[in-house]
């Protein structure tokens, strides 16, 4: 029972690449959120789902996209990369919005 | 108003002492709140959920206060392990993290 699993751990990107980041759960929960901590701050929700076909943004949307295809799969897309783009990117998954979540351990990401 | 704020710290406590923090939430409405734990830019992981009585989990102790809307954490007979960040969420709709509070904990 691996939990939540995040790929890849590292990445550095060039500005205006793309790439996706990869979050895989087999806990079989609804509800998946795609968070990024900037230094010394809080998460942010970038994204979110309620469960396979259904997407909604969270506080800080822009510059990203998801898709959540199966229960078990949550990809977060970075299109052009951009260095405000620098973060440590966390999934997380849950049983209702009103419980608590489960996290990977995160994706460094820097954009140069 | 940010949703969930928090002293920042740092609490810097002799192990065996005792270190109590208070986070303030903007949100009347709020129905659940939780205490995660933070290591090191590791993932957050979650310490306890905080109930309406207030709740015990052997060495640490959550409280709620609804009227002055703020929970509290405090963490009896400090252990070196203890040094983390610890984030205060509230759950509404969806979860807000607050920046965390650090603690560390000196020999």
């Known amino acids: 029972n691996a939990g939540v699993t995040q790929t890849p751990k590292f990445r550095i990107l060039k500005i205006g690449q793309s790439m996706t980041l990869q979050c895989t759960q087999d806990?079989?929960?609804?509800?998946m959120y795609w968070y990024r901590q900037d230094p010394g701050m809080g998460l942010k929700l970038i994204y979110y789902?309620?469960?396979?076909?259904?997407?909604d943004k969270g506080e800080v949307p822009n510059g990203y996209n998801v898709s959540r295809s199966t229960t078990e799969d949550f990809p977060l897309r970075l299109e052009l990369a951009a260095p405000s783009q620098t973060s440590v990117y966390f999934c997380?998954?849950?049983?209702?919005?009103?419980?608590?979540?489960?996290f990977g351990d995160g994706t460094r990401l820097s954009i140069l | 108003r940010k949703e969930v704020e928090q002293d920042p710290g740092p609490f810097n406590v002799p192990e065996g002492a005792t270190v109590a923090f208070n986070c303030t939430y903007s949100?009347?409405?709020?129905?659940?709140f939780f205490w995660y734990r933070q290591d090191c830019r590791k993932e957050p992981k979650l310490l306890m959920s905080?109930?309406?009585s207030g709740n015990e989990d052997g060495r640490f102790t959550a409280q709620l206060n609804r009227a002055s809307q703020y929970i509290s954490l405090l963490i009896r007979d400090s252990k070196l392990s203890d040094s983390a960040t610890y984030l205060c969420?509230?759950?509404?709709?969806?979860?807000?993290f607050g920046a965390g509070t650090t603690v560390t904990v000196r020999a």
């Open positions: 905080v109930y309406s």
């Open positions: 806990m079989n929960h609804n509800y």
């Open positions: 969420v509230v759950n509404d709709y969806k979860l807000s």
């Open positions: 997380a998954t849950g049983q209702g919005n009103r419980q608590p979540q489960h």
């Open positions: 949100n009347s409405a709020s129905q659940s």
């Open positions: 789902s309620v469960g396979a076909g259904i997407t």
